[in-house]
């Protein structure tokens, strides 16, 4: 039984069991996977893991903020490892025509500034309490429009 813990900045702690650091590695080599992409990846290590298995463990880690889950406009859920040492926030460019995302964040810093603006000001007029928000483009990869 593995005894490693995390600690989130809230107190909250819990076991690293197998599916749950399993998940972390895969998602230290690749994003923006779906939950049915990281359990074939996590069954190729362990075969006798169950999807239910997994699934309940992204929405875990998803709850302590280990994963980010993002919706790009398809049925399927994605997720990205967030980075717990520095603020690695940024926004998506997703192709509408082969589904490729790509994650930019050379304008961060200006959209900070309006988009808390805006969330400052969402929040006060209609009393709504903005936790997080996503930001995503749509369009043509360089790759499609080149076909």
């Not at 406009?73 to 082969?98: F, M, P, Q, T, W």
């Not at 309006?114 to 000001?121: G, H, R, S, V």
Request: aromatic letters at 10%; a positive charge.
């Amino acid at each position: 039984m593995n005894r490693h813990r995390y600690r989130k900045k809230n107190g909250d702690n819990f076991r690293w069991t197998n599916p749950r650091r399993d998940l972390v590695n895969i998602f230290t080599k690749e994003e923006h996977l779906s939950a049915d992409e990281a359990y074939m990846k996590v069954k190729q290590k362990n075969p006798e893991i169950g999807v239910a298995t997994v699934y309940r463990n992204l929405d875990f880690l998803t709850e302590r903020g280990i994963l980010n889950r993002f919706r790009f406009g398809d049925v399927k859920a994605r997720y990205e490892l967030r980075d717990l040492e520095k603020e690695n926030h940024h926004h998506h460019l997703i192709c509408e025509s082969c589904g490729k995302i790509i994650n930019y964040s050379e304008f961060v810093q200006r959209e900070k500034k309006l988009i808390n603006a805006m969330e400052k000001e969402l929040s006060e007029k209609h009393g709504f309490q903005i936790n997080s928000h996503q930001l995503h483009f749509y369009g043509i990869c360089k790759d499609c429009r080149d076909k």
